[in-house]
């Protein structure tokens, strides 16, 4: 897993400066919840997660869940008049594996602590195997709006290299009975360039996202993460390291079969087949909007001020239990931070950066990005910085450019 960040020490009470809680509410607020509990670990994955095994006896969802409702009522203290949460996510981990009760029980937590807004957009991340009718159905009737599974690949020997349990059948089920119960807004979400996928693999897996009728797809690039079982294998000489080539034009052909099919791109590695099916929760990371993010190594972002907690289950629970914060540090972003960050993470969207944002030699470096077929040369003369097909398989370097 990887370490948390460098930062100064987080108050013991949580509170934050004053300055962060300004036009508090003006701004779109969320609430993401980390589960941090998966029946197995992936090969792939680093995310901050533990089997039971790994956990013991050290941790379980009841002290988790505890932990959570205590966070959550810190932060209803802390915002002081804390708006109310446009949208709630819980990720993982494994959320699913919490049932539909649990589940119910951790919005009923949101709920009673900093509250919903009426049309509030609620989504849970699942694994397709620990979901059924009985549960898409518990959790519609609690007031969850939108379903995340993991697909990753409708190929079997590509799920093995990535340690993946599920049979390849079962997203697309999952995804219709979910439909079935009620769910207009499902995602599935696919990873592309694992060693040993073949082109009619991932069209296979594009086929299969296409029959189950999701309305959202989210395609991530395999990264190596260090100290994965895969970065292990890699450097072992199993599995070769994935090509830079064969990503961008996996991506191509993703883009289009998505495309043709109705779903358009809205951010770099997501696609919606309406502006209602777009993630409204990650719209709020991407436009720099505000969130409480509650769990283990759950990081936030208040006002211009990020900090994350402490990773470990029993030691969150631990200090919630003693009255105190579970962050384990934080940051007052600089201006120039905050610049850097919109321009990374705006220009990831369809609807591009706003070109008043950029200095004389940001601008000058969008003039030339245009004219290399990077950004959009329209939108660029009415006003905004739009990466073209071809500036989305670059889009790390024009940040960079664009930033300074």
Known sequence: ????????????????????????GERPFGVYVH?????????????????????????????????????????????VEPPRAETVFVGGGTPS???????AAVLDAVRDSVGLTPDAEVTTESNPESTSPEFFAGIRAAGYTRVSLGMQSAAQHVLRTLDRVHTPGRPVAAAKEARAEGFEHVNLDLIYGTPGETTDDLRASLDAVLD???????????????????????????????????????YELIDVALTEAGLCWYEVSNWAASSEARCRHNLIYWRGGDWWGAGPGAHSHIGGVRWWNVKHPARYAGLLT????????????????????????ELRLS??????????????????????????????????????????????????RLAG
């Open 1 to 24: 897993m990887p370490a948390l960040p460098d930062g100064e020490d987080a108050p013991r009470d949580g509170t934050l400066p004053e300055t962060a809680l300004r036009g508090l």
């Open 35 to 79: 589960v941090p509990f998966c029946a197995i670990r992936c090969g792939y994955c680093d995310f901050n997660t533990y089997t039971a095994g790994e956990l013991g006896s050290s941790s379980s969802p009841e002290s988790w869940l505890d932990g959570l409702r205590a966070e959550l009522d810190l932060a209803a203290r802390v915002l």
């Open 97 to 103: 594996l919490l049932g539909a009760d649990g589940l």
């Open 212 to 250: 189950a009728y999701a309305d959202h797809v989210s395609a991530y690039a395999l990264i190596v993460e260090d100290g994965t079982a895969l970065a292990r294998k890699v450097r072992s000489g199993e599995f070769p390291m994935p090509d830079d080539d064969v990503l961008a034009a996996d």
């Open 322 to 345: 003693a009255g105190e914060s579970p962050a384990a540090g934080r940051e007052l972003l600089s201006p120039s931070e905050q610049h850097l960050e919109r321009v990374m993470l």
């Open 351 to 400: 609807d591009g950066l706003a070109l008043n944002v950029l200095d004389d030699a940001g601008m000058r470096e969008a003039r030339r990005a245009a004219t290399e077929g990077l950004l959009d040369a329209d939108a660029l003369a009415a006003g905004r910085a739009v990466l073209t097909d071809r500036g989305r398989l670059l889009a790390d370097g024009v940040v960079r």
